[in-house]
């Protein structure tokens, strides 16, 4: 596609995927031929769900967590190598707070609108937590080895930003140079607009996902978004939010969100999450990455570093 | 200057098939993290054999180095670093090699047990580009009988493709002999000698697996380049070398290992020329702790002016019988263990080197050729 053209529309291709309505917009001569191109994303969108889904029980990750289940080893391919790797460097570097064997967690709460009103009992809690923690597995590329029978994996916060990333690649290496893709409000962009201008993002107010609370400027990279509101429960007149502590078994009182852009959605996914998990640390943890960033944190407070 | 954590998570997403590193934002920058580093080596050499000792203490030369490092990022553009370090060495060394009865060479060592002290110090600097990184050092080595003052300068460039890189450098030292006890031994009271080297290499990424890189450099060595300590030994007053080194690196697997082949050829005007293969594989367990097995081959032909036996008569303008001019080769292994514990990595090293007449090149060979064991501990303490 020459940037000569000027026949060119601004198409947004929609498709279902991983739970969430996903858009890739894209300039083109025609709505069929804006679809054509994003086969190629759409197709490996489902790939990467039917592997990675932990509700899909064929999925590779049902597999894994097969295993973990009953405890032993199996082998893994080197996507999936990659992706442990990833998570691994997420649990080292929150010291512990971003662990993708939490999720079992999940049993004991139910952020569901008519959720619990009660604290879950401290002995459920505790048996949950003594099969939740990155380093109770031993990973050893490609071995993957759970000493602890009955854990879990899950690659929630980090597969459909993945899918983000290889979508951007995916599309660059078919020439298209003035995409936006967006899974569920993970975004990446392969390039400025058709013309050179760069893309407008919404970031929608947490607390009123309907009304946008700020535009911010997308030429390159991409943009990921963590938040508690979506779903909370009150306990005792206590709000929290479903982002869980691995450390307490507990989630966060209040709720809070951020959005980080970096080069790679995979990154400001995990940093924006590892954010909300260092709770009243999230704005000096994000500060320190000197990445732009919006974050509103439990106190309500904003910190809006996206003109950084 | 990113924060560590931000260069952790990207390197490890741009591990993941199919993420890419945003081109524009590519620029090179210094190292994230100050480091503060430890180690403690030994090196002994293996007594002489006692049939090739005519004379003297067979113990050879046993080095104990201190060394204590600090680097760290300055600004956004600059990085510093302090390297120092503090050798002590006791021991004798060859002082001629006689032509035996039987014919076989035999060496008399230096008398008594020589004790020696080395101090080195080296502050250098870097500035980052956006393509690119230039840097400069000084260094001063002092011992007793021996002073030394060298200054280099090194950069290195890195093409739009950002898979070539261009790396060149240049060094100068300016060396100062006093040998001791010169009058009573007939030594020369005092000399100096002169280096410069240059060299130029080029890196080039191959694919997400393989980085080949290739590099020659020269050195260029004046004035006073005999052995002040032995009884005979008269060398030409300049050396010029020529080395032309390649290296390989292979990762395999979510790169949690890597395979390390070098291959040196050097060559110089005395007439020494050698190869050099070294063979070694990194493994990571667990992202924190690296082990590194490592072989090494080594073959050298002797220099035109070597002699087995010290040529007391100077029929010849130049001679030396010291072993390190000879023809020989050499076998060594080593292991390597690096353990991060936090802001903590621990180091643990040994190399076994056994040298052998026979693995050598054309040439003499000589009695006095060594084989030693080197061990080293440390810790470094990042922030």
New interface residues.
């Given amino acids: 596609m020459s940037d000569t053209r000027t026949d060119l529309t601004l198409f947004d291709v929609e498709f279902q995927a991983m739970g969430t309505r996903c858009t890739i917009s894209l300039y083109a001569d025609s709505s069929d031929n804006a679809r054509s191109q994003c086969e190629v994303v759409i197709a490996d969108v489902a790939r990467l769900e039917n592997k990675y889904s932990r509700y899909l029980s064929d999925s590779f990750l049902s597999e894994i967590n097969a295993v973990a289940e009953v405890g032993g080893a199996l082998t893994v391919d080197?996507?999936t190598?990659?992706?442990l790797?990833?998570a691994?460097?997420?649990f080292?570097?929150s010291d512990g707070l971003f662990d993708i064997t939490s999720g079992l967690l999940r049993r004991a709460w139910n952020f569901q609108p008519e959720g619990q009103t009660e604290l879950p009992d401290a002995d459920v809690l505790a048996a949950l937590l003594e099969r939740v923690g990155w380093d109770r597995l031993?990973?050893?590329?490609?071995l993957l080895i759970f000493d602890t029978p009955g854990m879990e994996l899950d690659f929630g916060g980090i597969v459909k930003e993945?899918a983000a990333?290889?979508a951007a690649?995916?599309l660059r290496e078919a020439g298209v140079d003035h995409a936006l893709i967006n899974l569920g409000g993970d975004i990446c962009v392969t390039g400025p607009q058709h013309g050179g201008d760069p893309w407008r993002v919404a970031i929608s107010d947490p607390s009123n996902p309907e009304s946008p609370l700020r535009l911010v400027a997308l030429s390159?990279?991409a943009l990921a978004s963590s938040g508690s509101y979506a779903r909370c429960i009150e306990i005792e007149g206590v709000k929290y939010g479903h982002l869980l502590n691995p450390r307490t078994g507990h989630p966060f009182i209040g709720t809070a969100a951020a959005t980080v852009l970096?080069?790679?959605c995979?990154?400001a996914g995990?940093?924006a999450t590892i954010a909300l998990l260092k709770n009243s640390e999230a704005s000096q943890f994000l500060e320190?990455?000197?990445?732009p960033f919006l974050l509103i944190d439990q106190n309500r407070v904003i910190f809006d570093r996206l003109d950084l | 200057?990113?924060?560590?954590?931000?260069l952790?998570?990207?390197?490890?997403?741009?591990?993941?098939?199919?993420?890419?590193?945003?081109s524009?934002?590519h620029a090179d920058t210094p190292p994230a993290v100050s480091v503060l580093s430890y180690r403690a080596s030994s090196y002994k050499e293996d007594d002489l054999d006692a049939s090739a000792l005519l004379a003297g203490s067979a113990e050879r030369y046993d080095i104990k180095v201190h060394q204590l490092r600090y680097s760290a990022p300055v600004g956004e553009k600059y990085s510093f670093s302090l390297d120092s370090s503090y050798e002590s060495m006791s021991g004798a060394s060859p002082w001629y090699t006689v032509e035996s009865v039987n014919g076989d060479a035999k060496v008399a060592m230096s008398g008594a047990t020589i004790y020696e002290k080395r101090r080195d110090i080296t502050a250098s600097g870097r500035r980052y580009f956006d393509s690119g990184n230039l840097g400069i050092s000084l260094t001063i080595s002092d011992e007793n009988d021996y002073r030394s003052n060298s200054m280099a300068v090194d950069g290195s460039f890195t093409l739009a493709n950002n898979s070539t890189t261009i790396s060149g450098g240049a060094s100068y030292s300016d060396d100062e002999l006093s040998p001791t006890d010169a009058l009573l031994f007939n030594r020369i009271p005092s000399a100096t000698k002169a280096n410069s080297s240059a060299f130029v290499s080029v890196t080039q990424i191959l694919n997400q697996f393989s980085i080949l890189q290739s590099g020659i450099s020269t050195a260029r060595a004046s004035g006073f380049l005999s052995d002040p300590y032995k009884l005979v030994d008269r060398r030409p007053e300049e050396r010029n070398q020529f080395t032309w080194t390649t290296s390989w690196r292979r990762y395999f697997?979510?790169?949690?290992s890597a395979l390390h082949a070098n291959y040196r050829y050097y060559d110089d005007d005395f007439g020494v020329s050698s190869h050099t293969l070294d063979l070694s594989l990194h493994k990571t367990?667990?992202?924190s702790i690296t082990l590194v097995p490592s072989l090494r081959y080594y073959q050298q032909d002797a220099a035109n002016f070597f002699t087995p036996a010290s040529d007391f008569l100077q029929a010849s303008d130049f001679n030396s019988a010291d072993f390190r001019l000879s023809s020989y080769g050499a076998l060594s292994a080593g292991l390597k263990l690096n353990a991060r514990v936090g802001k903590y990595t621990f180091v643990l090293s040994g190399e076994r080197y056994k040298a052998d007449a026979s693995l050598g090149g054309s040439g003499a060979s000589s009695p006095g050729i060594i084989d030693f064991t080197r061990l080293s501990a440390g810790i470094d303490f990042t922030f």
Avoid: N
Avoid at chain 1, 138 to 142: K, V
Avoid at chain 1, 288 to 291: A, E, T, V, Y
């Fill in positions: 080197e996507e190598a990659a992706l790797d990833y691994e460097s997420c080292v570097e031993d990973w050893e590329s490609p993945y990333d290889r690649t995916l390159q990279g970096a080069d790679q995979i990154v995990s940093l320190q990455m000197q990445l | 200057m990113h924060s560590k954590t931000l952790a998570l990207t390197s490890s997403a741009l591990a993941l098939p199919g993420v890419v590193a945003v524009s934002a697997r979510a790169q949690t367990f667990r992202r």
